[in-house]
């Protein structure tokens, strides 16, 4: 048989801070540009090694505005991120539009530094697609980001949207049970089985497929919005 094709994606998980995060990059290897996902707590680390592995950073994508993605001051921290790779490595931020001003608001960022974005927007990277899934929730503008290469399994980054064997809490500012319930059964849920899961923080495995998530996953299977509504104790 013919040797498979070799894969164009370049796809980095690098667990990043105090708060066990999960910082991704996001790249082809054909032309050698990549994007920085929720790029803090370490961003002169990651910009190495993008450069190590010789490739180009053209942008960040926010999956949220919580300072532990973005850079910002939380639970006495000073968090470091979006203003720090502004200064090193000054790209396009992609936010979702009900997400900007959160982002700009924690991070001290200008409005001129963002690409503002609806649901289903698709960035291109060579042979490499990332598209954009609105899933509030967790947050207003959560989005969730799938990577697709042609003849492959894809990739969900998904924030603090979903995690393994979990879900993202709704007790902050801005949270809505209800709306996360949606976009975890009405959007995530119908996605093929075999894309692979890569969750915002490292609570468990580094990551699994969806379809083992479906079965084993409680905010996955539980079946009514009551249900889930009783999972997070509403």
């Known amino acids: 048989t013919a040797p498979s094709r070799a894969s164009d994606l370049y796809f980095v998980q690098e667990p990043v801070g105090a708060m066990a995060n999960l910082a991704y ?7 050698r540009e990549a994007v920085l996902v929720d790029p803090a707590w370490d961003v002169e680390s990651l910009l190495a090694r993008v450069q190590q592995d010789g490739m180009r950073v053209v942008g960040a994508l926010a999956t949220h505005y919580h300072q532990d993605h973005v850079g910002g001051q939380i639970f006495g921290l000073s968090i470091e991120g979006l203003p720090r790779l502004m200064e090193l490595a000054p790209v396009p931020v992609h936010v979702h539009a009900h997400e900007a001003e959160g982002v700009r608001r924690v991070t001290g960022l200008s409005a001129g530094d963002f690409v503002v974005h609806q649901g289903g927007d698709v960035l291109e990277l060579g042979g490499v697609r990332i598209r954009l899934l609105h ?13 697709e290469e042609a003849g492959r399994p894809a990739r969900l980054v998904s924030g603090d949207t979903l995690f393994l064997n979990g879900c993202g809490r709704v007790d902050l500012p801005g949270g809505d049970p209800e709306a996360l319930y949606r976009s975890l059964h009405d959007v995530l849920k119908q996605l093929p089985d075999d894309t692979l899961v890569h969750p915002g923080h490292l609570y468990a495995e580094p990551f699994d497929s969806l379809g083992a998530q479906k079965r084993t996953n409680p905010y996955l299977r539980v079946a009514t919005l009551e249900g889930f509504l009783g999972f997070m104790g509403f």
């Open 135 to 147: 899933t509030p929730g967790h947050t207003p503008g959560s989005q969730c980001f799938l990577v």
């Open 25 to 31: 990059v996001i790249g082809s290897r054909a032309t």
